[in-house]
């Protein structure tokens, strides 16, 4: 792969000399285990929380005091956004476009200063935050929820199967990011956590042993999980652990682990139809639509996989070294701006700053 030259004058090319990694498993977009790892996507009750922070008076507040701001940086996106389009209500977009432009544009990079992306990324971080997380609004956070759902799934898994599966990797978009940190209390932790990670940040899940053993334990009080993030590439900024759900330390036992997790999470399909109020796709189909009258916080549907639960399955064994479970936010690059642009062009063009129907 070739080397490319940034707008800095620095040369950069992908990890491992530009190796590629190859897919092993996808999913379709119809494919129901896509809520795993965006649950937000196509979930009505998601979008109608999500879209009342814009009715709020924080973000009106913003809207109209950013304005002489943002109409500074009209000229530079004149060729891919409409100048009433570069507001506050499309935050990231902005942020997003210019800042990425920085560093492959050297036309973008001279028209933007340092202090402009700063302000940018300071007012993307706010509306992001504000859409995916509020502590009074649970369903902000749905796209947390199926992720916490998915990582226990993923734990599940190397644990239930002893250790056969030492490694997932797995690809999610920032949103996402913002809803879980909200939901496992980071942000007490470090306020940091209510921005947006940098571009290919990653969260892992290390579920270890303190023991010194070369064979399976047998007793789940013997696993310990440690969560640990790294904010973007730089090699500067190495993956650090941080204490989950108000907890001291920065690993907890595995049990106390699956039920703070399972506490928060959308643990199948069906709970995830029911609590987005959705009935079209694969939610029409009758093993994941829930039973009429039941509220959708008692629904737990069965999802085809194995007869325990993400959450419990994993009280059956323990391992012996490692296991390991990556996120990254690659999808703030790819599929997110798929996603986010989808929505623009079909909501944004002919809605209001202030419209229920326009999203991020």
């Not at 965006?38 to 979008?47: F, N, V």
């Not at 302000?119 to 199926?146: C, H, K, V």
């Not at 999470?265 to 039941?294: H, K, L, M, R």
């Not at 070294?321 to 997110?336: C, E, P, Q, Y």
Request: charged share 15%; proline share 4%.
């Amino acid at each position: 792969m070739a080397v490319e030259t940034l707008t800095n004058g620095s040369e950069t090319m992908s990890p491992l000399n530009g190796y590629q990694f190859i897919p092993i498993h996808g999913e379709p977009d119809e494919a129901p285990d896509t809520i795993w790892i965006k649950g937000d996507d196509d979930c009505p009750a998601y979008t109608r929380a999500s879209d009342s922070y814009q009715k709020s008076v924080e973000y009106l507040s913003t809207l109209e005091s950013s304005r002489n701001f943002y109409s500074q940086l009209a000229e530079p996106l004149k060729n891919v956004m409409p100048a009433e389009n570069v507001t506050f209500a499309h935050a990231f977009d902005v942020f997003d476009l210019l800042n990425v432009g920085s560093i492959h544009n050297e036309s973008i990079a001279s028209s933007v200063t340092t202090p402009q992306l700063s302000q940018l990324r300071y007012y993307a971080d706010a509306f992001e935050w504000g859409r995916n997380y509020n502590l009074t609004q649970p369903a902000r956070s749905i796209g947390g929820m199926t992720l916490a759902g998915g990582i226990l799934r993923q734990l599940n898994q190397t644990v239930s199967t002893q250790g056969n599966l030492k490694l997932s990797l797995l690809a999610g978009s920032y949103d996402t990011f913002l809803a879980f940190f909200g939901l496992t209390n980071l942000t007490a932790v470090n306020a940091d956590f209510m921005g947006l990670p940098g571009y290919a940040s990653s969260m892992t899940f290390e579920l270890f042993t303190d023991g010194n053993t070369t064979t399976f334990p047998h007793d789940t009080a013997d696993l310990r999980v440690r969560f640990l993030f790294r904010n973007g590439t730089d090699a500067s900024m190495p993956l650090t652990a941080f204490p989950l759900f108000d907890h001291a330390e920065d690993s907890i036992s595995y049990d106390d682990f699956a039920d703070e997790l399972g506490s928060r999470a959308i643990n199948s399909v069906g709970e995830w139809c029911s609590t987005c109020q959705s009935s079209d796709g694969f939610c029409s189909q009758d093993e994941y639509a829930p039973p009429s009258g039941i509220p959708s916080s008692s629904v737990n549907s069965d999802d085809g996989s194995s007869g325990l639960t993400a959450v419990h399955a994993g009280v059956i064994g323990a391992m012996t070294t490692l296991g390991v479970l990556t996120i990254i936010a690659v999808a703030v690059f790819f599929s997110r701006r798929k996603s986010a642009y989808r929505s623009s062009s079909e909501k944004r063009s002919s809605g209001s700053e202030t419209d229920s129907g326009i999203s991020a």
